[in-house]
């Protein structure tokens, strides 16, 4: 999965400033605090309604000062996260509301924690086509643009082959920043496919896997379809109205999640996107994207680590689905962690901190509960 970007110069130029900055926090309240860096990728699209095009890919870090200032060896110690088909990476695990922030979660403990939007979401480079709500799925092209319409770009903007492009030049970025040879990738929903397919083909550059309601199928096409880019619409929107709806469905106890927490998420999303956010009553915008390989015959080679995590009531990405993942998957180490009281926006809600310490504990040990591989529940007292 061949990709091209030229972040190398700007990553050692980064690194001195910020660890200039991050020296002089570190002294002054003895590294405690946890720093949030912005970083911009270039690099150059394989997408193909922007190929050749330089991209910025939007990078977001989260480290305590301490351990940037003082840190020499971060092996073992960096961790990337990767969104899924909706939410930008930002948005879905560093949410600003007060212990829901995953990526502050690992920060605390001693990890230099990314995230990253693929292009065509949240602060990374949007095609321009995404500026024309005509692209828009068709259920939603009139309430957007005023009345019926003719999409300019009827196909899927997105697809997988360049997602996993794009996730290699930042994994490559990050590696160069921190004098790593490899990183720990974590995916949520189409983020199963895009970093668990870009640890199949890069094995040498991701240690450890922890996948949250991973968007699996078993018998997926192994091959893009033809033509590429495929038929169908750009992008898909999602309002405030839709995104209650949609998490309430999932609601299989009381109390599962917090509406201030929500309207946090919410505030945030449109705040990634404020083009979106003046149509109709504020719309996030994705890419909708054509998704291939990350099948049975990908996952039976993948030897990486893995977590995987499910929550009972998902109904986006089912549980049986997560299930089959960890059936085909290869590697000798994997764990399937079946959470109660949780849908597919675990990291969100009240059971949240049994993900996060899996996760964590993963990540320092290979390990939950202190088991390697075998399958767990909690969240059900």
């Not at 770009?153 to 040879?181: E, K």
């Not at 999932?250 to 705040?271: I, T």
Request: proline residues 6%; glycine residues 10%; aromatic residues 8%.
């Amino acid at each position: 999965m061949p990709h091209r970007s030229n972040a190398a110069v700007p990553a050692r130029l980064a690194a001195s400033a910020i660890l200039a900055a991050a020296a002089a926090a570190a002294n002054a309240e003895d590294g405690a605090d946890i720093l949030s860096i912005d970083h911009y990728v270039r690099h150059e699209s394989t997408l193909p309604a922007a190929r050749g095009e330089t991209v910025q890919l939007y990078v977001r870090e989260r480290v305590r000062s301490g351990v940037v200032a003082r840190t020499a060896d971060f092996t073992g110690r960096v961790a990337l996260f990767v969104h899924g088909a909706g939410t930008p990476a930002e948005v879905a695990f560093d949410v600003p509301y007060e212990g829901y922030s995953w990526m502050a979660y690992l920060a605390a403990a001693g990890f230099d924690v990314f995230s990253m939007d693929v292009t065509g979401y949240g602060r990374s480079t949007r095609p321009s086509v995404m500026n024309d709500p005509c692209n828009a799925a068709p259920e939603q092209r009139a309430a957007l643009a005023g009345g019926d319409c003719e999409p300019s770009y009827p196909h899927d903007l997105g697809n997988i082959a360049s997602d996993w492009d794009d996730i290699g030049a930042v994994v490559d970025y990050v590696r160069a920043l921190r004098g790593v040879d490899s990183v720990a990738l974590l995916g949520w929903s189409l983020g199963g496919p895009r970093a668990g397919g870009f640890a199949a083909g890069n094995p040498e550059k991701v240690s450890r896997l922890v996948l949250l309601a991973p968007a699996y199928d078993r018998g997926r096409a192994g091959q893009a379809p033809d033509p590429l880019p495929a038929q169908g619409h750009a992008m898909t929107t999602q309002s405030h109205a839709d995104f209650i709806a949609n998490w309430d469905r999932q609601a299989g106890c009381a109390d599962q999640y917090d509406p201030r927490a929500a309207a946090s998420v919410w505030s945030e999303m449109l705040a990634s996107d404020p083009v979106g956010a003046t149509w109709g009553p504020g719309v996030r915008r994705a890419p909708r994207t054509t998704v291939w390989g990350w099948n049975r015959a990908m996952a039976e080679r993948t030897r990486t680590p893995m977590l995987i995590v499910q929550g009972i009531h998902d109904a986006q990405v089912t549980p049986d689905r997560a299930l089959a993942l960890y059936e085909d998957l290869g590697s000798p180490s994997k764990v399937y962690l079946d959470v109660g009281c949780a849908s597919h926006n675990l990291m969100w809600e009240r059971n949240r901190e049994l993900l996060f310490r899996a996760s964590l504990e993963w990540l320092q040990q290979g390990t939950v509960d202190g088991a390697q591989t075998g399958m767990l529940r909690k969240g059900y007292e």
